[in-house]
């Protein structure tokens, strides 16, 4: 989801679309509110539905965790036959990926007017590169993709540990409202549901992987009670995917997925109801 913070003089944007369509429409919507220039583009992290967008708002400085500088140049654009299998609906031409001109690593504050927009990271959670975005006089945090809500959380790159760990340290900075990357606006209540839906995964996918179940027999057996009725609750097998790596020890940083295959391989478990 992007979001947008208007100044005085200039607009902060959070987070481009995954398409130079669905980003453009976005910029739309910014200018029936405002006509003021959008001076910063942040990335919450680097996955494409948040950065493929960055493009389409030529002249504006984008910051990013300088983690997901790197994650976004060395990933570059994903395959397009694969995209158009996973996404028929959309229309990934024309994107050209566009990394951020200013890095950071621990924080960074952007004196807007007056008001503090705090650029905070904690380590890794959904990937190695999520930052959060605190404006700590309005108590709102724009959480990226730390907090799914009512959509299935999907964990294939960062750490469930770290993630868990960050999800309490994002609460005890006292925020009354929430944007998810994924899910509607909410309080507090929203940020325990992802995190209720974290602990239950860990849990139940650590007893799977001590008992020596291979990854597709424990997503298969993990009963996920309310988090069922999340749309995409097939995410499933990538979170155990990487679970089994987190368990081994392995660093999230060099021990990666091979999306395409587990997208593959889910995709033909959906299929034969096995997910
Ligand atoms: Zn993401």
């Known amino acids: 989801m992007g979001v947008f913070i208007v ?3 200039y607009v902060v944007v959070v987070d481009s679309l995954s398409t130079v369509g669905l980003t453009q429409r976005f910029k739309d919507e910014i200018r029936k509110i405002t006509d003021k ?3 910063y583009l942040i ?5 494409g539905d948040h950065t493929w967008g960055n493009h389409v708002f030529a002249g504006a400085t984008i910051i990013s965790h300088d983690y997901c500088r790197r994650e976004l140049t060395e990933a570059g654009m994903m395959d397009p036959n694969l995209l158009n299998t996973i996404f028929p609906e959309f229309d990934f031409r024309g994107i050209a990926v ?3 001109g200013i890095t950071f690593d621990k924080q960074l504050t952007l004196h807007m007017d007056g008001r503090e927009v705090r650029l905070l990271y904690f380590g890794p959670g959904h990937t190695v590169d999520d930052i959060i975005v605190h404006l700590p006089q309005e108590g709102v945090i724009f959480a990226g993709d730390f907090i799914f809500l009512y959509s299935t959380p999907l964990g294939m790159e960062g750490s469930f540990a770290g993630w868990l760990k960050n999800l309490n340290a994002m609460a005890k900075l006292g925020a009354r409202t929430y944007v998810p990357g994924h899910g509607p606006v909410c309080g507090v209540e929203g940020l325990k549901q992802c995190r209720d839906y974290l602990v239950l995964v860990r849990r139940e996918a650590k007893k799977r992987f001590d008992k020596g179940m291979t990854v597709d027999e424990a997503a298969k057996d993990i009963d996920l009670r309310q988090f069922k009725q999340w749309p995409n609750h097939e995410r499933i097998l990538f979170n155990v995917e990487r679970l089994w790596r987190e368990f081994r020890g392995e660093d999230p940083a060099t021990s990666k997925l091979n999306l395409a295959e587990v997208f593959l391989r889910m995709d033909a478990m959906v299929k034969a109801g096995e997910l």
């Open 7 to 9: 100044g005085k003089d």
């Open 98 to 100: 566009t990394p951020a």
């Open 37 to 39: 220039p959008i001076r």
């Open 43 to 47: 990335n919450t992290h680097h996955h």
